[in-house]
């Protein structure tokens, strides 16, 4: 079992709708949960960070957490065509980030 | 600007040769780490440093040497021990402490091709 998994994707929406992006980790343990976004051929980009269960929300993202399930997700509401690319799911454990393989988002115009 | 650079963005090398990829931090950040990545793949941790003059290996250290002598600096040295060095090369900071909420901000990043 990998330590942080997401789909691989592509995951396409329509202008406009919600794009769901989820995540699973398998240390119970973890504590600390990041979601980044990555353009082709550019470096990730820190974009929601959540630590305790429930909700957060910042502008169209909004970072959901369930450390039962230990499962965390990434909306984003009104998706854009500049929204098109990869997010990445992160983890602290141990003192390190792990990061899953990421899921590829397109927003088709 | 507070931020992290990396240079040179492009560097191509002939097998054999070392080379060396710098990292320069100015967000005062005690933590600074170096991160490989391969097409369609995650972030893979290649070294890691919490502090000046002291560093730790991460999951694909070999071939790889860092340094950490100033608290802004973490350069990272490719061997030509490592035997598919041809990525791209990320450096990361963060704070450290006991707090560890660990935000992680990149550069820009070094795609190294050798051939």
Known sequence: QKEVEQNSGPLSVPEGAIASLNCTYSDRGSQSFFWYRQYSGKSPELIMSIYSNGDKEDGRFTAQLNKASQYVSLLIRDSQPSDSATYLCAVIKGGKLIFGQGTELSVKP | ?115
């Not at chain 2, 002291?54 to 802004?72: C, L, M, N, P, T």
Request: with cysteine.
């Open chain 2, 1 to 115: 600007d507070g931020g992290i650079t990396q240079s040179p963005k492009y560097l191509f090398r002939k097998e054999g040769q070392n080379v060396t990829l710098s990292c320069e931090q100015n967000l005062n950040h005690d933590a600074m780490y170096w991160y490989r990545q391969d097409p369609g793949q995650g972030l893979r941790l290649i070294y890691y440093s919490q502090i000046v003059n002291d560093f730790q290996k991460g999951d694909i250290a070999e071939g790889y040497s860092v340094s950490r002598e100033k608290k802004e600096s973490f350069p990272l040295t490719v061997t030509s021990a490592q035997k598919n060095p041809t990525a791209f090369y990320l450096c990361a900071s963060s704070t450290s402490g006991t707090g560890g909420f660990y935000e992680q901000y990149f550069g820009p990043g070094t795609r190294l091709t050798v051939t």
